[in-house]
């Protein structure tokens, strides 16, 4: 070479392994931060799986794991890039018919204990909101292979009601259009797509392929989301402008049709349209400053206004607009305001097809916080109701955690009667605490500041500027006839504050810490009232 005597490297080529399966799971081991190698998995006359992992040659940090139950009884050819075909990583592949090194799942130091988290793997945002027959679908952005982002899949949980969740098989796999990026879901009620073969309504998924380019794609399920087949003739909706993605569909009763909000580019938003969900018409744009990526649209009741809805519109950020929709074009009437204050929440999305005797609005945002050190990473933030009220700054979302969440409240909270509340003493001195859910109304009397000590993570009012903080975050939350109300739930990852029945709604990712179980309520300055104080301890959602 020009360079000198030198010898190119020799750079190992691929490695190959073919196993037949006989379990339910493909045990791969992964240590975060070893060079990624691609892996491909082939089984004959299927599509092969193909991904990223930090595949471990020494020690590895947990086990991912590859649901291969569909291909029982098959040979499978496992193909690692750049690998020595004697490497440690490639042999020590193992089966088995539980998830390997889970001993301890759900109960690891880290995990949210009431909030959902993939078993294994990273997660971000929640796709395919959906209610169906009973259950809740929560469809997820998911590196099944690593810690870190990548490789995206839909993953899947369903809930019966919103707080206990169990995981099903990854519902979508990258595919030769592109990996899985953020979508929603529908029931197709009346059958538009044609896709019904038996009783049950069809599932459809509306998804992002992120490939060259990006498009949006369908995936469709005739038996309550189990079993998903990509629709043939993807996509859907070519390439129309940047890296649009993220497809928001919902059904439109008075036009009996589909409506699709999409991320084009810069902070613009396309709506489109369609009859069958395989056809999409562009119908009109939306700009949101400082707003990009995962669109949010839905029609809401105006509390108190009998019959009255506005239409919301947001983006990543959850900084919505409120305003009307005719079919065609959303005009908007107040905004942007903030969703969610706070250092993590993103991503919303609200469920669809909720049935019309329930009639809630539900979120679930994507909590974006690192869990170092554990075989999972992110989680999503607790399922809460929207509603949309006239306030004297305008119209505003409020937003409270679902009802259900009561149920994992301990038998006996801890009530405090009205009392005084003076400075120097803390009635709460008595109480540890793992898992929390505080309710609370202070009247502000004399007190110049007020505030919580949760687990060594302090929450503070200050009277003089009305502004709420949680450790490093704050926020206005005005007093109402001289009280604030507040709802305060403490996991291992996250604190979330609701302000006056959710006019504030604070978040904030931090790791809880494990030993500090101490509970306190204090005011400063001068004398303040509790009016109600209830602490209950949460029991954790996972099974036992
Ligand atoms: C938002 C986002 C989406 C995209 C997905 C990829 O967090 O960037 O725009 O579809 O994540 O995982």
Redesign the pocket.
């Known amino acids: 070479t020009l360079q000198g005597d030198q010898p190119p490297p020799v750079l190992p080529q691929d490695a190959t392994r073919v196993v037949t399966l006989e379990q339910r799971y493909l045990n791969l081991p992964v240590k975060t931060g070893a060079p990624l190698r691609r892996m491909i998995v082939t089984v004959a006359g299927k599509p092969p799986r193909e991904f990223d992992i930090e595949l471990a040659d020494g020690e590895p940090d947990w086990w991912a794991f590859m649901d291969v139950s569909s291909f029982t009884g098959q040979l499978a050819t496992i193909k690692v890039s750049k690998t020595r075909q004697d490497s440690n990583g490639l042999r020590s592949i193992d089966q088995s018919d539980e998830i390997k090194g889970a001993q301890n799942l759900y109960r690891e130091t880290l995990r949210p204990q009431f909030h959902f988290s993939s078993r294994r793997g990273w997660n ?2 929640p796709n395919g909101l959906v209610f169906y027959q009973g259950e809740y679908h929560l469809f997820y ?1 998911h590196n099944p292979y690593g810690w870190s ?1 990548g490789n ?1 899949h839909w993953g899947h949980a369903t809930s019966t009601d919103l707080i206990h969740w169990k995981e099903l098989p990854a519902a979508l796999y990258p595919d030769e259009h592109g990996t899985m ?2 979508g929603s879901a529908v029931v197709d009620w009346n059958n538009t797509a044609g896709f019904q073969t038996g009783e049950e309504k069809p599932l459809i998924c509306i998804f ?1 392929a992120a490939g060259s380019p990006f498009s949006q794609g369908l995936a469709f399920s005739n038996d309550r989301g189990r079993v998903w087949n990509k629709y043939a003739n993807n996509p859907v909706l070519p390439h129309v402008a940047g890296e649009n ?2 497809p928001k569909v919902v059904w439109y009763q008075p036009e009996k049709k589909w409506l699709m909000a999409l ?1 084009l580019e810069g902070n613009t938003y396309g709506l489109f349209t369609s009859s069958d969900l395989k056809k999409w018409e562009k119908m009109s744009e939306i700009t949101i400053a400082d707003t990009t ?2 669109p949010e649209f839905f029609e809401i009741p105006l509390d108190g206004h009998r019959g009255e809805t506005r239409w919301v519109f947001y983006g ?1 950020n959850g900084h919505y607009l409120v305003g009307s929709f005719d079919g065609r074009k959303f005009t908007a009437e107040s905004g942007p305001q903030p969703l969610h204050l706070g250092n993590s929440w ?2 919303s999305q609200t469920f669809n097809d909720i049935p019309r005797e329930d009639g809630r609005r539900i979120l679930i945002p994507w909590g974006t916080f690192a869990t170092p050190g554990m075989s999972f990473n992110q989680m999503m933030g607790i399922p809460v109701e929207l509603r949309l009220r006239e306030t004297s700054d305008g119209l505003r979302l409020l937003a409270y955690p679902v009802k259900e969440l009561e149920s994992l409240r301990a038998q006996a909270p801890y009530l405090l009667r009205a009392q005084p509340l003076l400075p120097g003493e803390n009635p709460l001195a008595g109480v540890k605490g793992d898992l929390l859910d505080i309710v609370a109304e202070l009247a502000i009397g004399q007190a110049t500041e007020l505030g919580f000590n949760l687990r060594g993570v302090p929450v503070t009012y200050d009277v003089a500027t009305q502004q709420l903080g949680v450790k490093d975050q704050s926020a206005t939350l005005k007093r109402v006839d001289g009280k604030i109300r507040l709802r305060l739930l403490v996991d291992r990852t996250s604190i979330e504050v609701f302000g006056n029945d959710g006019l504030l709604y604070l978040t904030l990712g931090t790791i809880v810490s494990g030993h500090d179980h101490s509970v306190g309520v204090y005011a400063k300055g001068g004398a303040a009232t509790i009016d109600v104080l209830e602490v209950s301890e949460l029991k954790s959602a996972w099974p036992p």
């Open positions: 971000n945002d952005q982002w995206m990026f953020s992002t993605r993220d991320y990526e995962c990543g993103y991503a």
